[in-house]
Structures are given as structure tokens and as C-alpha cells.
């Protein structure tokens, strides 16, 4: 039996900021892409082969490979950037078969129990990392857009800094009070940067009008529906 490829996908695709930017259809794709380098190797593929392979029209690919060379996750080539960083040649189990087997015909002493091991060995680290992949998997499509990458990098950092991790829970936590928030004038961009420079863990509207109503002197403090009124104002002007 052929022997399986396979690559190594990092849990930090889950929060990296560049990935999830992406949507869900472009990092399906960009996934995709990851599967045809370690199919083809670094055989160079046409946008057009590319197209084809993912069953789209080469317009539609078009405008993916676009937003993927801008986040610098692959090149003009077609070919991830970060594969020989993130991929070992290690990794690969056929060097291991080969050596394993030369060692057979000269000792005649290793058992078919063995190799048997070494192949379930390969196919159960195989299984654990699509269990990984599934399990680690964050949606963000609940809120009513996503902050710019900086912000958003800020964000993660924050939170890993105050060992809170970025979690499905935390996120679909936060969009209801994300949605209060952008209905009552502030964008979401506005509102995880406030949680960046206050240390917040969570979010709520309120904690959000008493800080904006803190940095205004009493003179000039206005309330949180004309402050609301303002922000809209401000996003239309902009």
C-alpha cells in the first residue's frame, strides 16, 4: 500500500490574525494550496492548473491568490512561503521504511508485528492532527466585522499576557455585546482596542460610555446617547 502524505498544520492557525482575517472560503483554499505542495513538491503549478485542482474558474482564483500574496502566505509561484520553515524533512517516513527494511533482509530477525507498528504509528499521528486541526478551529463570523490585524494581533497578545486564551466560548461571548456596541455608535475596531489599552478580559457597553465619559472634563462631558449620536457622526464623516 502507498504510503500517505501528509504535512504539519500549527494550532496557531486557529488565532493567527492573518488567517482569520481571511475568509472562511479563502482559508479553505489556502489549505488546499498546502495539500497540492505536498502532493506535487515544488513542482511550480499554473494559476490555471491551480483553478482547476480547486474546482473553481480562474477568475475566482484570481481574486483568492490575491488576498493570500498579500498576506504573504504564498507567492506569485503558487508556493507557501513558510513551507520549508514550518515543514521537516523528518517528518517523512520513507527514509525510516527504507532503513527498516535493509535492517530485515540482513538480520532476518524483525518481525512483521514490528512493522506493522511503525505504519499504525504514522496513520495515529495523522489522525491526532486532524482531531487538533477540528478542535482548535475559532469562528469569528458572529461579529459584526473584525478590527484591523494590528488591533487584533494587540488583542491576542493581551489576552495571552493575562492567560486568558482566545477561545470559541470568549468569542461567541463577545459578539452579542460587540453588536450592542456598534448599534449604540462605536465600531468594533473602537471597542477591542479599548480592551487592549484596559486590560480588559471581557467587554460590556457600559464599561465602554464610562470610560469615553472619564477622559472628557465636566465641563465638556456629555452623555452616553449624545455620545453615540457623535460617534455615528464621526464614522459617516469619515
Known amino acids: 500500500m502507498a504510503a500517505v502524505q501528509w504535512f504539519r498544520l500549527y494550532a496557531e492557525f486557529a488565532t493567527d490574525p492573518k488567517i482569520q482575517m481571511l475568509s472562511e472560503c479563502n482559508q479553505r483554499r489556502y489549505i488546499m494550496l498546502l495539500c497540492l505542495r505536498c ?4 513542482v511550480t503549478l499554473h494559476d490555471e492548473e491551480v483553478a482547476f485542482q480547486l474546482r473553481i474558474s480562474n477568475e475566482e482564483y484570481a481574486d483568492t491568490k490575491s488576498a493570500l500574496v498579500s498576506k504573504g502566505l504564498v507567492n506569485e509561484s503558487n508556493q507557501p512561503t513558510a513551507w520549508n520553515k514550518r515543514q521537516f524533512i523528518s517528518d517523512s517516513s520513507a527514509a525510516r521504511v527504507a532503513k527498516h527494511r535493509a535492517s530485515k533482509k540482513q ?20 489522525d491526532k492532527n486532524k482531531t487538533v486541526t477540528r478542535k482548535n478551529a475559532l469562528d469569528y463570523s458572529s461579529w459584526p466585522t473584525m478590527p484591523d490585524e494590528q488591533t487584533m494581533t494587540d488583542w491576542i497578545t493581551m489576552r495571552k499576557r493575562l492567560k486568558a486564551n482566545v477561545t470559541q466560548t470568549v468569542i461567541n461571548r463577545l459578539a452579542p455585546k460587540l453588536k450592542e456596541a456598534v448599534n449604540a455608535g462605536y465600531s468594533v475596531n473602537d471597542c477591542i482596542s479599548e480592551c ?29 446617547s449624545e455620545q453615540a449620536k457623535q460617534n455615528r457622526r464621526d464614522r459617516v464623516n469619515a
Do not use: Y
Open 39 to 42: 502532493s506535487n513538491g515544488d
Open 107 to 126: 538480520t532476518c530477525n524483525v518481525t512483521e508485528t514490528k512493522s506493522n507498528a511503525l505504519d499504525t504509528d504514522t496513520d495515529t499521528d495523522t
Open 196 to 224: 487592549v489599552e484596559r486590560n480588559w478580559k471581557g467587554f460590556e457597553l457600559l464599561w465602554m460610555q464610562k470610560s469615553n465619559m472619564s477622559q472628557q472634563t465636566p465641563s465638556h462631558r456629555i452623555s452616553p
